[in-house]
């Protein structure tokens, strides 16, 4: 197995493990109270650190070896989770030890997240990019949706401390092969970004954004996907009652409804690289928008589960080929010595969307109902679109 292979081993590891735990933790959490509120204030525990930390990670992620910080953040969290699944198998789990397990994970994640960005270059050519970063996309899809969420409510029913435990093991075996890769110690950041006086971390957490903002064509992605996050966010938000009520879908068929997004992810990101290589990165990332955009048109004006099903695929391969296509841009334009502090400020301005895009359209469907939500997204992203097919060339 190349060092791809194990390093892509390791985040679909990881990625089981995530999908093990996190309904684990929401079915945890509804067997100690029924206060909404109370389950709320877990899921924003577990929703914070990207946007407390996310910066931050980068700077360390481009400061350390790479290597060394992604085995001992999946170290640190094997002892979390370990910890936390013999507080739970006890019975001492309290709601207090849920949020901080939620919020400490999500915190060590932002590190590892940032230092996983900026390995792949380490280990894929320039030319393949664009493949790995979607047989990432696609392997995480399918650890996560087909095989993770499932499994987790059977172990949950057979001890609720085995999804934890078996998570735990996960975290183990991603660090153990992590460790197989050779080490990258980052290069110095390029002299178009001085590193400022002093050792302080803090100091350094701009220099994501100061690069995105100088060079036009990442500023214009960045803003781009800040927009679309906005319009996604919606659509999850009500995708459960929009299937329901306005698809009539069965509540048994929920769950078959919804693996068709998994297919899609997985189809878009064995796609990506094919997308590049014959379009190009940038004007794939323009197609993939159309794609996208039709997909919303057609979510929004179908009325039954089969054609619900076959947008909601479509638009799932859409954001997979895109993360796929935009990862790839960045890894192969920032200089390696800044890629941990670019990727983490990406990330974080698009998570700054995420919160708006939800009570946008929670706001939208409470005062005109279900198909207007579907109808703004799709108008937002063929903004988006018309927008890039004129500026986004290359």
Known sequence: MGGFGRLCSAAVVSRLGDALRTPALALLAASLTRDPRTIAAVVVAGQLPPLLFGLLGGVYADRWDRRRTMATVDGARAVVVAGFALLVGTGNAGIGALAGCAFLLAALGTLFDAAALAMVPAVVPADRLAVANGRLQAGTAVAGGFVGAPLAG?????????????????FAVAALLVLTLRPTV???????????????????????????????????????????????????????????????????????FMSAAVLGALAGGLL??????????????????????????????????????????????????????????????????????????????????????????????????????????????????VVSWRRLVG
């Not at 059977?154 to 435990?165: D, N, Q, R, S």
């Not at 996907?225 to 068929?253: Q, W």
């Not at 039709?294 to 929004?300: E, K, R």
């Open 186 to 256: 980052p290069p110095a950041a390029p002299a178009q970004v001085p590193a400022p006086p002093g050792p302080a971390a803090w100091r350094t957490v701009g220099d994501g954004l100061r690069w995105i903002w100088r060079d036009p064509t990442l500023r214009l992605v960045t803003v781009l996907t800040m927009v679309t996050n906005v319009a996604t966010s919606g659509l999850i938000a009500v995708v459960v009652l929009y299937a329901l009520e306005v698809l009539k879908v069965p509540t048994a068929g929920y769950g078959l």
């Open 154 to 170: 059977v172990l949950f029913a057979v001890a609720a401390a085995l999804p934890f435990a078996v998570d735990a093991l996960s």
């Open 272 to 385: 990506a690289g094919r997308l590049a290589a014959r379009l190009g990165t940038l004007p794939g990332l323009r197609w993939v928008l159309v794609a996208e955009t039709l997909a919303l048109a057609g979510l929004a004006l179908a009325r039954h589960p089969v054609p619900g099903a076959l947008a909601l695929a479509v638009f799932s391969a859409g954001t997979a080929s895109w993360n796929a296509l935009w990862s790839a841009y960045g890894q192969r334009n920032v200089p390696v010595g800044l890629l941990g502090r670019v990727g983490s400020a990406q990330r974080t301005v698009g998570l700054l969307a995420a919160p708006v895009g939800a009570a946008a359209a929670g706001f939208l469907a409470g005062a005109a109902g279900l198909p207007p939500v579907l109808y703004a997204a799709t108008a937002l992203f063929a903004l988006v679109t």
